[in-house]
């Protein structure tokens, strides 16, 4: 069921993605996403950046729907419908969380219930450049311990985020990775992990448009992301070739990454 909410608090995190903030008593754990209509536009999936009475969702500017719905004013009108899907499993003591890009938007709330929990939890972050580091505060000291990663160097490793990963998993123990990101630098993720023996859970993302599982638009090999994840543990993930291969366009084509 649709609930149309008003945006209580919009914050620009970086130059390309801003965070709105709504009220909604429904519960949600953190890995879980919601689907935002903007009235008279389109209706977008987006994962819970927040997921207390006033949850949250972090916009990153894709298209023009995206464009708009970033934009938003305090004060304006949407819909909400969820939260759908799959979560985090928060047990795990010594936690290894790879975001890349605005894929951390899904990470955030699950680090600091981790931590909540008495979690150690280690953060590598990844971005193309400093400024769109998303969350580099949030999921920093004294609570995490964080290792930054840009493509142009303008922050941290100069380079993917996937090495700075590589090197925490050579030199730590971890029982579990949480990824978010890229597929293909989910892949690269997965493997480097799994030469080390740790489980990886990774937050996938995949157009949907009716995230009950009815329309078929989200399809990763026999599994539909709405509601099988969007958080599948590696063993599901790594045999597809879809995974880090290719993903589908709002009418299904299939298009490389």
């Given amino acids: 069921m649709r609930r149309i909410s008003r945006v209580t608090a919009r914050v620009q995190e970086t130059p390309s993605t801003a965070t709105l903030r709504f009220d909604l008593s429904a519960p949600a754990l953190p890995g879980q996403f919601v689907m935002?209509?903007?009235?008279?536009?389109?209706?977008?999936?987006?994962?819970?950046?927040?997921?207390g009475v006033s949850k949250g969702v972090t916009v990153k500017r894709m298209g023009e729907t995206s464009g708009?719905?970033?934009?938003?004013?305090?004060?304006?009108?949407?819909?909400?419908?969820?939260?759908?899907g799959?979560?985090?499993?928060?047990?795990?003591?010594?936690?290894?969380?790879?975001?890349?890009?605005?894929?951390?938007?899904?990470?955030?709330p699950a680090a600091e219930a981790a931590?909540?929990?008495?979690?150690?939890?280690?953060?590598?972050?990844?971005?193309?450049?400093?400024?769109?580091?998303?969350?580099?505060?949030?999921?920093?000291?004294?609570?995490?311990?964080r290792h930054v990663a840009t493509d142009d160097g303008s922050r941290g490793h100069h380079g993917f985020v996937t090495d700075v990963a590589e090197e925490l998993l050579g030199s730590e123990e971890f029982d579990v990775v949480w990824s978010c990101g890229p597929e293909v630098m989910m892949k690269?993720?997965?493997t480097a992990s799994a030469e080390r023996s740790v489980p990886v859970y990774c937050s996938v993302e995949r157009h949907m448009k009716c995230a009950v599982g009815l329309c078929d638009a989200c399809a990763l090999g026999p599994f539909h992301v709405c509601t099988d994840g969007p958080v599948f543990p590696a063993t599901a993930l790594a045999p597809l070739a879809e995974f880090g291969g290719f993903h589908r366009d709002s009418s299904g084509r299939r298009v490389g990454h």
């Fill in 68 to 84: 708009h719905m970033a934009a938003l004013p305090v004060g304006a009108t949407v819909g909400i419908r969820g939260p759908y």
């Fill in 188 to 190: 690269k993720v997965v």
């Fill in 36 to 51: 935002v209509w903007l009235p008279g536009e389109d209706e977008l999936p987006m994962s819970l950046s927040y997921v």
């Fill in 115 to 145: 931590a909540e929990r008495g979690a150690r939890v280690t953060v590598a972050l990844g971005a193309t450049t400093a400024s769109e580091l998303l969350f580099a505060d949030r999921l920093g000291p004294p609570r995490f311990a």
């Fill in 86 to 108: 799959g979560h985090f499993d928060l047990t795990p003591s010594r936690v290894l969380i790879v975001g890349g890009g605005s894929g951390t938007a899904v990470l955030a």
